[in-house]
């Protein structure tokens, strides 16, 4: 197996992207993205894809995202045409909460991937015409951008790259049908944990808004994410405390409400739990 690095596709540090237009005749062995994610967007033709040494069939409008370190492979190519997008994962930490909310964004570009990278999973985004047809012409776009180089390309194209992050999340919401219900509803939970990380929410309100038990919330969350929902909740909260340590010259009392805890001795001792030093202690190394 080999292993592939972004720079050797490009080696512009301060804007670590590439597209491409892949056309493959031949069957591509197994390797692995060192350190970058790869967004899939399949424009014709069909072929085997294997992932972990499982195969799935995947056709013309399949839309599919493969993390850094997740063998995979192609075989049987008929006709296969296909848009390779390499980006670093961190390109998506500018989207917005609105976006960060979205059940497609997660599972499309979260949760699939990261389950996919230790055990079988197959679903993907399948588009219609109409919508492949769009999207097309958005990578027609890209690509010309990325070529041609103009002043000021390389924020034509993290805008444009936004953009169809958010066009194919709108399009796996949309597609529910067919897509795995534990994905979804675990794509519920964290729209829902996302979007209320700063209140007061307790695991039963969590899974109502998931539409399943506690019981099974806990299931799905363990076998997806390898967490728990008040676990990655928390970690939302203790994200949020280190930007208001570094921003601000609120004390560490009035951050722990700030980020939803109701005590500020717990909130220090899971502080110090997670960072290895206490607010006051990170607040001080900037």
């Given amino acids: 197996m080999s292993n592939v690095y972004l720079n ?19 069957d591509i062995s197994f390797h692995k993205h060192v350190d970058f994610s790869e ?17 799935s069939f995947i056709k013309k409008g399949n839309v599919f995202v493969i993390n850094g370190g997740t063998p995979h492979a192609y075989k049987s190519p008929y006709e296969f045409k296909i848009c ?18 979205l059940n497609g964004f997660q599972a499309l570009f979260i ?30 776009y890209m690509i010309k951008e990325y070529e041609e180089k103009v002043h000021g390309y390389k924020t034509m194209l993290a805008s444009r790259f936004m953009e169809l ?24 939970a964290i729209s829902f944990i996302e979007d209320h990380y700063l209140d007061q929410v307790t695991l039963d309100e969590i899974a109502a808004k998931s539409d399943i038990s506690v019981r099974h919330l806990n299931r799905i969350f363990r076998a997806y994410y390898l967490t728990t929902p008040i676990a990655y909740l928390q970690r939302l909260r203790l994200e949020r405390a280190c930007t208001l340590l570094n921003q601000t010259s609120l004390s560490i ?8 805890f109701n005590d500020s001795n717990y909130f220090t001792r899971q502080f110090k739990k997670t960072y290895d030093m206490s607010p006051k202690s990170f607040r ?3």
């Avoid at 050797?8 to 031949?26: A, K, L, S």
């Avoid at 055990?119 to 012409?137: A, D, T, W």
């Avoid at 066009?167 to 949309?174: G, I, P």
Wanted: one cysteine or more.
């Fill in 111 to 140: 949760l699939e991937p990261f389950y996919r990278s230790i055990n079988p999973y197959k679903s993907k985004l399948n588009m219609s015409i109409i919508s492949l047809e769009y999207v097309s012409s958005l990578i027609s």
């Fill in 165 to 188: 992050v958010v066009y194919l999340s709108r399009q796996y919401d949309y597609q529910e049908k067919g897509a795995d219900s534990s994905l979804m509803h675990l794509a519920n």
């Fill in 39 to 55: 967004l899939v967007i399949v424009l014709n033709g069909h072929a085997t894809h294997i992932v972990n040494n499982e195969e």
């Fill in 253 to 260: 009392t009035e951050i722990s409400y700030e980020c939803g």
């Fill in 284 to 286: 001080n190394k900037k």
């Fill in 84 to 101: 390779n997008i390499m980006y670093k994962p961190e390109m998506l930490n500018s989207a917005g909460s609105d976006l960060r909310t």
């Fill in 8 to 26: 050797w596709f490009t080696r512009d540090e301060d804007f670590p992207f590439f597209i491409q237009y892949g056309g493959h005749e031949e």
